[in-house]
């Protein structure tokens, strides 16, 4: 049976046991291991601060529990967590090898070597930005990494099925980690990965207001939901050229080798660069497919059908009153064609 099969079986029963019987829900499973920079809280205390974190082991724990449905109460399932300091690369490095040797993990090893990475790496680099292609903790100063970027590249592509099942089925599956990395330039992952982490931002930006406006509450149901992120990807690269005014070439797009490098636009600018794209389509989404998101992300055709009406939405709108956000993010993007 091959390994994809294998693990999206081991992830229906972690999700069954989250919704049938949530409170033997941390005797049944392992838990998940996490690695992070640094600690803070009394010991015994009823909560601790970290500084940073990457689960290392556990993404099947994580990912099935983040798909159960809404309307099975979670409350009284309690998941068994494993946190681990350390900032030593090398011996981060070994621990991730340690924790994971029940997986086979020499496809990961082999591309974060490979020829293309290292370009990839170089092309960053001459950017002023840190590319890792190290697996598991990143440095502070590692923003974007090969494990990071692949879920966001192959949503960008329009692939977002695989995105959600995760980035080790990239890794694993020759065509869609080629899709993902084969000629594809620093600038053009940059531009993928800023859009993939403005999405978060809008997230945070909303779970840390006291109160929310109704359409505001319908935006963080729709970005609380698991698979949206990459469905949110994968629509707005869709629908870019109406948003832009202009032809691109998708697999090309990206920021201008000016706003690229970080002496001009830093990371975080580049992220913001995005925001008003993305507060424009999440509020439509929002608005129209709040209430039945989970059962059209599920239609084959979900991408055509939603962009066909949300590619007339922003053409209209645009045409009549356009967005200066988007005006300025224009003049940032080189459309390759």
């Keep these: 049976m091959p390994r994809y099969f294998k693990a999206k079986k081991i992830n229906t029963v972690i999700r069954g046991t989250a919704e049938s019987a949530p409170e033997n829900f941390w005797v049944f499973n392992n838990g998940i291991t996490i690695l992070t920079r640094g600690l803070k809280g009394e010991e015994g205390g009823d909560s601790i601060e970290v500084d940073g974190i990457s689960i290392i082991n556990g993404a099947q724990t994580t990912g099935s529990i983040g798909s159960v449905p809404d309307g099975f109460p979670l409350t009284s399932a309690n998941v068994l967590c494993r946190i681990i300091k350390c900032s030593d690369s090398d011996t981060v490095q070994s621990i991730v090898k340690f924790n994971n040797t029940q997986n086979v993990i020499t496809t990961w090893d082999q591309y974060s070597n490979a020829p293309e990475q290292k370009r990839i790496q170089n092309e ?23 494990e990071q970027v692949a879920n966001s590249l192959i949503s960008f592509s329009g692939d977002y099925a695989s995105g959600n099942i995760g980035k080790n089925y990239i890794f694993e599956t020759k065509s869609l980690y080629n899709k993902c990395f084969d000629s594809k ?5 940059l531009f993928v990965y800023a859009l993939s982490k403005s999405i978060d931002e809008i997230r945070l930006e909303l779970k840390s207001k006291d109160k929310l406006i109704n359409i505001e509450e319908r935006q963080l149901k729709l970005l609380k939901y698991l698979r949206f992120k990459n469905f949110c990807i994968a629509i707005i690269s869709k629908n870019l050229e109406t948003i ?39 509020t439509y989404l929002a608005n129209k497919y709040h209430d039945n998101f989970s059962e059209i992300i599920q239609r084959e055709d979900a991408l055509h059908e939603v962009g066909v009406d949300l590619s007339t939405f922003i053409y209209t709108s645009f045409m009549s009153n356009p967005n200066p956000g988007v005006e300025s993010f224009k003049l940032m993007v080189d459309p390759h064609k």
Aim: hydrophobic content about 40%; charged content about 15%; aromatic content about 14%.
């Design 185 to 189: 330039k620093a600038s053009h992952i």
């Design 244 to 282: 832009l005014g202009f032809p691109i070439e998708t697999s090309e797009v990206s920021f201008t080798t000016y706003a690229s490098n970080v002496k001009n636009k830093s990371f975080y600018d580049l992220i913001a660069s995005w925001l008003p794209i993305v507060r424009i389509v999440t």
């Design 124 to 146: 960053f680099e001459s950017l002023g930005h840190t590319y890792s292609l190290k697996r598991g903790f990143s440095e502070a100063t590692n923003l974007i990494g090969v």
